[in-house]
């Protein structure tokens, strides 16, 4: 029993860093803009096509092929942002949850004419990893340590670069930070951009270790919705945290009882955190 | 009695009854009803969604939850208890508007962007559970035998007689929705919409008349729910539960006017008009999300208001029209 308890938790926390990453892109988008990016799952689909499309026709290794769709994913976002979201950024919620849902129709229209939906399987492995006492696949390892690298790398890009704290001082108080001559316009699109590029890179990677399909990204999303409320909305920390708790619910709770149970648990959880603690675990941005 | 004979009132009934009785003189009467019932179900729906979004500005976005659970109830007693589907359909609203005060009490509470994900979370958490119910038939989800439809004298009088329920029912929204829109209930909604806080300084008791609404907007889908499952003759979960169908009667009612009487009726018909028409065309047929989709950005874009919104802050002559 302890030994499956631990590889079963082991397991969760991998692929809970990869959600993690994906609902990073999501309440980052959402901390700066107050934007609830309902495209979000077909982005992650079409990280996922991205690599596996590199990987079939160009035989690219999928990792290197990552680093490809994230900056594809980048100027994807900052289209997208220019077309569906600047001009809705101050109108009512509403607005740009349709605005951008009608990007995920878009999306899902195109992908499912050329890819229909059926599912395709990215032939890639790089052998299991075996210490005994645990097991796991080798791709599913490194995917989670390119995303936990990812992680990293935003941090330093937040805290550490100009057009970062740019971003974050935007996500504080956009009219302040325009008096203090920071093109706020520029800089939204950029953080626009780089949600976007989160989600395609997670999908990339979950691509590396699951079947994927066209739809795929929806479930995704709505596991990104879960984990950005439990982390707290806008805040990329809580989003990590967030993470590793919806992998460790879908590595445990299967042990004790039917697989079909898991998302029930994570949905009124996410009901419940809405209710009682809107603000999240690690609290939201202020 | 006077309110009853305004053309505010009288335009979106005579829109939805001429709708109805169209298969009686169309020569293929079948598929004329059959797209006649999936139009004026359109309009049925979005006028009730309509009560809480357009009206409340509550972003409800998994609205359809409440179709489910409707239909799932009634299905439930029509197949496990040979009630009949008149009571049956009225049980599914009933249940409807219970387990809508139920969480309204909780989620109403929430604002904006928040209200909006707990109801995508509520659709998925109820989707999920029906999934895991054996009695509910799990994820295989309901059937009903054809025989049942024994009992309405066959399948064809069964059809005719829910496409009648459903005719009554999208007037019954109507007036509602205008009756709701013209009394002192309605403003203060509206007064929720345009600023909560001050709504309630202003005396609106805004956490019962945003109960009510809520209530209100989700009786109609549960009753619709059954009939349009009855119809199917089967129920399951993925079709209860789509999220994907309560964002086309959000669509349906950007498009045609959020907050009017007349709106969602209007973009009821358009949307499901121009869906067919894309459905049936060669070069469209692959694409008809993606023109949705552009159709969806284009509104939200450039005519917020939809087009009886528009119209109406264009003339006032129709404004004193259309409501």
Do not use: C
């Not at chain 1, 599913?140 to 935003?154: C, E, Q, Y």
């Amino acid at each position: 029993m302890g030994d499956v308890l631990f590889t079963s938790a082991i397991d969760g926390l991998l692929i809970g860093v990869i959600y993690g990453l994906a609902a990073m892109g999501l309440t980052l988008i959402f901390g700066v803009m107050d934007v609830i990016n309902l495209a979000h799952g077909p982005l992650i689909a079409l990280g996922m096509f991205g690599v596996y499309l590199l990987f079939t026709l160009m035989g690219l290794n999928p990792f290197v092929a990552v680093i490809i769709v994230a900056a594809i994913g980048l100027l994807l976002g900052v289209l997208i942002y220019f077309i569906a979201v600047s001009r809705v950024i101050d109108a009512p919620p509403l607005s740009s949850l349709l605005s951008t849902f009608s990007v995920n129709m878009i999306i899902i229209g195109i992908g499912t004419a050329m890819l229909s939906t059926s599912s395709y399987n990215v032939d890639y492995s790089l052998g299991t990893l075996d210490l005994g006492f645990f097991r796991a696949p080798g791709s599913r390892i490194a995917a989670s340590l390119v995303a936990l690298l990812t992680t990293v790398l935003l941090y330093f890009f937040l805290y550490r670069t100009r057009p970062g704290k740019y971003i974050r001082a935007v996500a504080n108080n956009r009219i302040s930070a325009e008096l203090m001559g920071i093109p706020s316009t520029r800089i939204l699109a950029l953080a626009f951009g780089i949600g976007v590029m989160l989600a395609t890179v997670a999908g990339g990677l979950i691509a590396t270790i699951l079947p994927i399909n066209i739809l795929a990204g929806g479930s995704y999303e709505l596991k990104s919705f879960v984990i950005v409320v439990l982390g707290g909305l806008g805040n990329p920390l809580g989003a990590l945290l967030g993470g590793l708790i919806l992998g460790l619910i879908e590595g445990l709770v299967p042990v004790f009882m039917k697989t079909t149970w898991v998302p029930v648990i994570e949905y009124v959880l996410f009901v419940l955190i809405l209710l009682v603690r809107p603000q999240g675990i690690l609290g939201a941005k202020e | 009695m006077k309110r009853l004979f305004k053309p505010g009132l009288l335009i979106p009934i005579a829109i939805i009854v001429a709708l109805a009785i169209w298969p009686l003189f169309s020569g293929n009467s079948a598929s004329a009803r059959e797209a006649m019932f999936t139009l004026i179900m359109s309009m049925a729906l979005a006028s009730s969604l309509n009560i809480i979004l357009g009206y409340t500005g509550y972003v409800s976005f998994g609205h359809i939850v409440f179709f489910g659970i409707g239909g799932y109830a009634g299905f439930w007693v029509i197949t496990h208890l040979g009630w009949h589907i008149l009571p049956a359909a009225l049980l599914g609203g009933l249940v409807a508007a219970i387990i809508a005060w139920l969480l309204g009490l909780a989620v109403l509470r929430l604002r904006g962007a928040y209200f909006a994900l707990a109801t995508i979370g509520i659709l998925e958490a109820m989707k999920a559970l029906v999934i895991n119910l054996d009695f509910l038939g799990g994820p295989v989800g309901l059937e009903m035998h054809f025989s049942e439809y024994k009992r309405y004298g066959g399948p064809m009088e069964s059809l005719w007689m829910v496409y009648w329920s459903m005719a009554f029912l999208a007037i019954l929204v109507i007036v509602v929705s205008y009756f709701i829109k013209t009394s002192k209930f309605g403003l203060g909604l509206m007064a929720i919409r345009e600023d909560e806080d001050a709504a309630e300084v202003m005396g609106v008791i805004t956490p019962r008349a945003k109960t009510w609404a809520y209530v209100l907007s989700a009786v109609f889908p549960g009753i619709i729910g059954v009939l349009f499952f009855f119809k199917n003759g089967n129920i399951e979960p993925g079709d209860a539960f789509r999220l994907h169908f309560s964002i086309e009667w959000i669509v349906m009612l950007m498009l045609g006017g959020a907050g009017t009487v007349l709106g969602p009726v209007l973009g009821g018909g358009i949307y499901q008009w121009l869906r067919k028409t894309l459905l049936t065309s060669p070069i469209f047929k692959d694409y008809q999300l993606v023109v949705a989709g552009v159709m969806l950005l284009i509104i939200v874009l450039f005519v917020p208001t939809g087009i009886i919104g528009w119209v109406r802050t264009r003339s006032a002559k129709l404004r004193r029209i259309f409501e």
